[in-house]
């Protein structure tokens, strides 16, 4: 057998699946399967299909999802690292599709690192409405927040924080959570055998203190009506058919929306909490709901083992009205709470970046008068100019403004707020964060360096060709794209570099790879510097 088994584990699933457990322990055997899903923010799934380089066969719970043959390496493609597509397990797609993500919809995904699922809900909601990604791990998100960037996300902030701290600042806001919980992670034992080391000292009971502390606090940050989608990749009904029992016990307002099987589900297992500690009270009608959770089992579908179950607040229309009612006082209190700070004032602040300083662990949002907003007025002297006659130094967001207006065709979204010498897009109040543990309020669009707007990469991997007045297109096929993602300054005819107006090709140019935006470059006199971030570069040989 190709993976090692823990004994109390194979002994539990032989007791479970009775006739299925020799099919079951024979998908071990198998390779695991991989997967790459595209990202539809920068690339439609026609369009990778006509330029992809890999073999692939669609996944039927995601329709932006393929299986690539195992041992296939998209991560040592120039796509890769222009965000057109995401690697990721088949199975661990499946959550995100059942969560029903619209565009405009406030989505959380809460327990988000190092962010897969956070990329496919952006995707989904197409630039427009709010995601917030969180992971209660500061190291985990960084892999978050560079992921959130790589994919070009332009309307999420990023979070480390705890669910209840979240709640204190969001109470009933989000159309849309998603929890990919905690859990002991017996479903992944044949794609990563790491996870087989961790399974005794990762207990399920440990898990289940965490599941039922997460779905609790969610229930307080979903809008009237919202969804929460709960998945896991196990198999321990403990941490599954039992949790979502208990929770629908204790909120008969919420009902499971079944998944269906002709993606390949098989139902949930209420039987299997008979006899198990703190299930006996549970009624027959949540018992009959659980059988609309569903399972994914690796010898049935091609992918790993998951978990997951659809739950939607059922609202009374008898009492629809208090509650609308009820989320508009809340809102107006929320107002009042923030009205003696001037709204045009930007957050100056220096954000949880982990990556910068992570020592700096009291990057709270704290407000301090010196900026704007994009939409109002100098409101300021500044310290810096007027001393012995010399001119004020230039307003930082109006040299923001200004290179936005020169260099970019795009109405920039959200609010304009300003953390230290960084800039953002914040996608919501920014009075929102304060207090919070902030790794990115938003899309973050550069820093002024020495009175001039840096642009910043993020900026460029969020870009679409036609939103630059410079462009230059580099092949994949010809090794100017490795060369360019390894950092390497490359020579560039004046004639290479697309122009839109009347502009030089002098200046930043944005470099994209097939058509596909990848990062910043600079031209002058037939050489284009490198702008590719360091951190960011090609390694592989």
Not at 69 to 91: C, D, F, M
Not at 126 to 152: H, P
Not at 312 to 328: H, K, M
Request: proline letters at 7%; charged letters at 25%.
């Amino acid at each position: 057998m190709a993976v090692r088994l823990p004994a109390a584990f194979v002994e539990r699933m032989q007791h479970l699946l009775g006739d299925e457990f020799d099919s079951f322990m024979k998908s071990y055997d198998s390779a695991p399967h991989a997967g790459i899903r595209v990202n539809t923010l920068k690339a439609s799934v026609k369009e990778f299909q006509r330029l992809t380089p890999f073999e692939l066969t669609a996944i039927p719970w995601c329709p932006s999802g393929f299986y690539v043959p195992y041992g296939t390496k998209p991560g040592l493609h120039p796509y890769y690292h222009a965000g057109i597509y995401y690697i990721q397990e088949p199975s661990a797609m499946a959550p995100a599709e059942l969560l029903g993500v619209k565009p405009g919809d406030r989505v959380l995904d809460l327990c988000a690192a190092p962010g897969g699922k956070s990329t496919q809900i952006a995707a989904k909601l197409e630039g427009q409405g709010v995601l917030v990604t969180n992971d209660i791990s500061a190291d985990r998100t960084k892999a978050l927040a560079k992921n959130i960037e790589l994919y070009g996300v332009r309307n999420a902030v990023v979070l480390n924080e705890t669910p209840q701290k979240i709640a204190d600042a969001f109470p009933n806001y989000f159309d849309k959570i998603l929890i990919d919980a905690p859990c002991s992670g017996e479903g992944m034992f044949r794609k990563d055998e790491d996870m087989i080391k961790q399974w005794e000292t990762h207990s399920v009971e440990r898990c289940v203190l965490m599941q039922r502390d997460i779905l609790q606090t969610a229930a307080s940050l979903l809008a009237p009506g919202g969804t929460i989608v709960y998945s896991t990749c196990t198999f321990a009904p403990e941490e599954n058919e039992s949790m979502i029992g208990e929770f629908l016990q204790a909120h008969p307002d919420f009902r499971v929306i079944p998944v269906g099987p002709e993606l390949g589900f098989r139902p949930g297992r209420p039987d299997w909490l008979q006899g198990m500690a703190g299930t006996d009270d549970l009624s027959d009608q949540v018992k009959e709901q659980l059988t609309g959770t569903g399972r994914l089992w690796p010898h049935v579908i091609e992918g790993e083992g998951h978990y997951a179950a659809v739950l939607q607040q059922v609202i009374d229309p008898d009492t629809a009205a208090d509650v609308n009612a009820s989320l508009l006082t809340s809102e107006s209190a929320f107002e009042e709470s923030v009205s003696i700070m001037d709204s045009s004032l930007a957050v100056q602040t220096e954000p949880g970046n982990r990556e910068r300083k992570s020592s700096r662990r009291s990057e709270r949002l704290k407000r301090e008068p010196g900026g704007r907003t994009a939409d109002h007025g100098h409101r300021h002297k500044s310290k810096e100019g007027g001393r012995r006659g010399q001119p004020p130094a230039a307003d930082p967001l109006e040299v923001y403004r200004q290179f936005v207006s020169v260099e970019l065709r795009l109405t920039l979204p959200g609010e304009t707020v300003m953390y230290g010498d960084r800039i953002y897009q914040c996608p919501v109040d920014p009075r929102r964060l304060d207090g919070l543990k902030v790794v990115r309020p938003g899309w973050f669009t550069g820093n002024i360096k020495n009175g001039r707007f840096v642009p910043s990469h993020p900026l460029a991997a969020a870009l679409h060709p036609e939103e630059a007045v410079r462009t230059v297109n580099l092949l994949s096929g010809n090794g100017e794209a490795v060369r360019y993602l390894k950092g390497e300054t490359l020579a560039v005819t004046a004639d290479s570099v697309q122009c839109k107006g009347n502009v030089s090709p002098k200046g930043y140019v944005l470099v994209c790879i097939d058509g596909y935006a990848a990062g910043w470059g600079k031209w002058l006199d037939g050489m284009l510097r490198n702008e590719y971030p360091a951190g960011w570069r090609w390694t592989s040989v």
